[in-house]
């Protein structure tokens, strides 16, 4: 009589091992993209960023530099006129010297850089002299 049940028993107990090893590759799956959607919502460890508010003093393209005349940040730094570095040089193809913005001042150890740069305020535009000159006289009573 054991030797009937033997093929059985090896095909129920194939079939258990099958389900298990397929729930534990499941359980695998799902805790792996769990823990990747985490670490993607955490910011990084030792990243530390600041509001900044300021005026554009110059442009540097060809080096990704920004100049701003910044406000004071509390905590972090007193007002004063700085360069900062702009990893996204696209961030920059909107600004103007002269214009006032906002923008995160990102901290990574010894490095430093702008995102999130907003204009607040446009530059005001300087006045274009005029092609013509009236004189005007006055005369003598």
Same mark, same amino acid.
Request: with cysteine; hydrophobic share 30%; charged share 25%.
């Given at each position: 009589?054991?030797?009937?049940?033997?093929?059985?028993?090896?095909?129920?107990?194939?079939?258990?091992?099958?389900?298990?090893?397929?729930?534990?590759?499941?359980?695998?799956?799902?805790?792996?993209?769990?823990?990747?959607?985490?670490?993607?919502?955490?910011?990084?460890?030792?990243?530390?960023?600041?509001?900044?508010?300021?005026?554009?003093?110059?442009l540097d393209k060809p080096n990704k530099s920004l100049t701003v005349d910044g406000d004071e940040i509390p905590g972090f730094m007193s007002a004063m006129?700085?360069?900062?570095?702009?990893?996204?040089?696209?961030?920059?193809?909107?600004? &103007? =010297?002269?214009? %006032?913005? $906002?923008?995160?001042?990102? /901290?990574?150890?010894?490095?430093?850089?702008?995102?999130?740069?907003?204009?607040?305020?446009?530059? &005001? =535009?300087?006045? %274009?002299? $005029?092609?013509?000159?009236? /004189?005007?006289?006055?005369?003598?009573?």
């Amino acid at each position: 009589m054991n030797d009937h049940r033997s093929p059985l028993w090896k095909q129920t107990s194939l079939t258990i091992l099958l389900v298990c090893l397929s729930s534990l590759t499941s359980c695998s799956k799902k805790s792996s993209e769990t823990n990747s959607q985490t670490a993607q919502q955490q910011p990084d460890a030792g990243v530390k960023r600041y509001q900044l508010t300021g005026r554009v003093i110059a442009l540097d393209k060809p080096n990704k530099s920004l100049t701003v005349d910044g406000d004071e940040i509390p905590g972090f730094m007193s007002a004063m006129q700085m360069p900062y570095d702009v990893k996204d040089p696209s961030l920059m193809d909107k600004l &103007s =010297p002269g214009d %006032k913005i $906002s923008a995160e001042v990102v /901290v990574k150890g010894d490095d430093s850089w702008l995102e999130n740069i907003k204009v607040t305020q446009p530059a &005001s =535009p300087s006045p %274009k002299p $005029s092609s013509t000159l009236s /004189v005007v006289r006055e005369k003598a009573a």
